[in-house]
């Protein structure tokens, strides 16, 4: 059983076009994040969210918009995409928010803006 | 946000050897995680030390914190081929607030 998932695993698009990664975690988590790490492998949180409701919004361009159904899920909405944007983006997961706690991390999206 | 250093970037040894990672922060913390992440995988939480402890075990894993020099390390003993990964600290600098400020990482490769 995968704890955190996300899909897809590959996204290959032009400049321009919009695009979204879904994200879902089965292990009962009230809190749930999106990371950016670039080719450097400089991992950077994007967003929290806690039982559904953001918590923290680094500077991200609003080009990057997270939604939360439910406290299971957490996507994440590309508008206009740059080349810069490309990168592996990062689910994850913890019990509570409190970054005492362990996260759990999905595969990641490797998102290639051409 | 400010972030973890690590050192060495980079660090090759042979199976049965010991692999020493070094990171350093800046403010003052509640606790310090390190995570592994293996070639095109997820990360994945190996131990946390909290700011009161100076040494932790797992495994064979040892971590030390030193709130003093603001600074850990992680010694993997008696390398294994499977260890080859990439290694992070991450930190809970009081100045972030409630996220985890995450190292650039060292680069693990262990031949057999």
């Known amino acids: 059983d995968t704890a955190v998932s996300q899909t897809p695993k590959y996204l290959v698009t032009q400049m321009g076009n919009d695009k979204s990664i879904k994200c879902e975690q089965n292990?009962?988590?009230?809190?749930m994040y999106w990371y950016k790490q670039d080719s450097k492998k400089f991992l950077k949180i994007m967003f929290s969210?806690?039982?559904?409701?953001?918590?923290i919004n680094e500077t991200v361009p609003n080009r990057f918009s997270p939604k939360s159904p439910d406290k299971a899920h957490l996507n994440l909405h590309i508008n206009s995409l740059e080349l810069g944007d490309s990168a592996v983006y990062f689910c994850a997961s913890s019990q509570v928010w409190d970054p005492s706690y362990e996260q759990y991390f999905g595969p990641g999206t490797r998102l290639t803006v051409t | 946000s400010q972030q973890g250093e690590e050192d060495p970037q980079a660090l090759s040894i042979q199976e049965g050897e010991n692999a020493t990672m070094n990171c350093s922060y800046k403010t003052s913390i509640n606790n310090l995680q390190w995570y592994r992440q293996n070639s095109g995988r997820g990360l994945v939480h190996l131990i946390l030390?909290?700011?009161?402890?100076r040494e932790k075990h797992s495994g064979r894993l040892r971590v030390t914190l030193d709130t003093s020099k603001k600074s850990s390390s992680l010694l993997i003993t008696a390398s294994r081929a499977a260890d080859t990964a990439s290694y992070f600290c991450a930190t809970d600098e009081r100045l972030a607030g409630t996220a985890l400020i995450f190292g650039k990482g060292t680069t693990l490769s262990v031949s057999s």
């Open positions: 030390i909290r700011s009161n402890e």
């Open positions: 292990l009962g988590h009230d809190t």
């Open positions: 969210y806690n039982n559904k409701e953001l918590i």
